[in-house]
């Protein structure tokens, strides 16, 4: 059974609904609008990302001052380091191929299915099938590196 608070699940919904809404109104679920972005015509963009990652910083340094604590899950406000590594690199590299044919990101190709743009569905279906592929390719390479490590 889950210890997390019964408002958990259905606010993420409502703050993936908000997100996905600021993505429709401030115009980047749209692919032409990112993709001008990215052949440096249209700089709106990176207003966007300033102002998400301004409260995003305002957030994460305040949050832990005032609360101590997650209000919904009690668990305690940590940083959570990541190796920067090879499959870091290799993986950001396509994320960016990715963005730059599709000129979406994946959260921004949920909000553009919700506004009208069905052939965003082929970009879905090359993401869902990357999350797949990148999945069956480290369960490989986890059980091959167990394998190894039990033949010493």
């Given amino acids: ?36 972005f990215l052949q440096f015509e249209d700089f709106g963009l ?49 994320f960016g191929v990715g963005w730059g044919l599709s000129g979406i990101c994946p959260g921004a190709a949920y909000a553009s299915l919700g506004i009208g743009n069905i052939t965003i569905l082929w970009a879905l279906a090359g993401m869902f099938l990357g999350a797949y592929a990148q999945g069956f390719w480290r369960s490989r390479s986890q059980s091959r590196d167990a394998s190894s490590a039990g033949a010493d």
């Avoid at 919904?13 to 429709?24: D, E, K, Q, T, Y």
């Avoid at 090879?86 to 950001?92: K, M, S, T, W, Y």
């Fill in 1 to 36: 059974m889950s210890d997390r608070h019964p408002a958990f699940m259905p606010l993420i919904l409502v703050g993936g609904l908000i997100f996905g809404f600021g993505l429709a109104y401030s115009q980047m679920a749209r692919p032409e609008v990112v993709l001008n």
């Fill in 46 to 94: 990176v207003f966007v990302m300033f102002g998400g990652a301004a409260v995003t910083g305002v957030t994460f340094f305040v949050a832990p001052r005032l609360l101590g604590r997650a209000p919904l899950t009690g668990d305690s406000f940590e940083r959570r380091l990541k190796s920067f590594d090879r499959n870091v690199l290799i993986g950001g590299a396509i």
